[in-house]
């Protein structure tokens, strides 16, 4: 059994006009062949709230300045054990739905990590993601995104 790195994680699903949703490709350095596609994201701050936590993510990762009010409560839950870099993670991470017209992502905000393992961004659909074999997180990310976008909400921005 692994020794883990217990952190708390905020997400965003960044979703268009179009109901795609924002997805990162990049890799683990310790596994450079182990690619997948992910949500804008990461590791709060001690004592940051999930919501501030997701709103800094997503201003770093995109350039999306939110403010943590305006993303409301969590959408989905989740807890999850991976590996990053020769560590394991147990992390408890909360996904939060924002939704804009469309976006620019700009990733100057990205730290050191982000750059040099994220290597690309695409904007998904549910189909693209039930119908492709190329690996993404959370594998149940097709059909919360679907029944996300049944539910109108104002974009953001």
């Given at each position: 059994?692994?020794?883990?790195?217990?952190?708390?994680?905020?997400?965003?699903?960044?979703?268009?006009?179009?109901?795609?949703?924002?997805?990162?490709?990049?890799?683990?350095?310790?596994?450079?062949?182990?690619?997948?596609?992910?949500?804008?994201?990461?590791?709060?701050?001690?004592?940051?709230?999930?919501?501030?936590?997701?709103?800094?993510?997503?201003?770093?990762?995109?350039?999306?300045?939110l403010?943590?009010?305006?993303?409301?409560?969590?959408?989905?839950?989740e807890?999850?054990e991976f590996?990053?870099?020769?560590?394991?993670?147990?992390?408890?991470?909360?996904?939060?739905?924002?939704?804009?017209?469309?976006?620019q992502?700009?990733t100057?905000?990205?730290?050191?990590?982000?750059?040099?393992?994220?290597?690309?961004?695409?904007?998904?659909s549910?189909?693209?993601?039930?119908?492709?074999?190329?690996?993404?997180y959370?594998?149940?990310?097709?059909?919360?995104?679907?029944?996300?976008?049944?539910?109108?909400?104002e974009?953001?921005?």
């Amino acid at each position: 059994m692994p020794d883990f790195i217990l952190r708390r994680a905020a997400r965003v699903l960044l979703v268009d006009e179009a109901g795609r949703v924002l997805l990162f490709n990049g890799f683990d350095p310790a596994r450079p062949d182990h690619r997948y596609w992910f949500t804008p994201g990461g590791g709060l701050e001690p004592a940051e709230s999930a919501a501030a936590g997701a709103a800094r993510e997503l201003a770093e990762e995109t350039g999306l300045l939110l403010p943590p009010a305006e993303l409301g409560d969590p959408v989905w839950h989740e807890e999850i054990e991976f590996p990053f870099d020769g560590q394991w993670y147990r992390q408890e991470q909360d996904f939060f739905l924002a939704r804009v017209p469309s976006w620019q992502i700009d990733t100057s905000g990205f730290d050191e990590v982000e750059r040099h393992t994220i290597e690309s961004h695409r904007w998904w659909s549910a189909d693209e993601l039930e119908s492709t074999a190329e690996r993404f997180y959370p594998n149940e990310l097709p059909v919360l995104l679907r029944q996300l976008t049944a539910v109108p909400r104002e974009p953001a921005c």
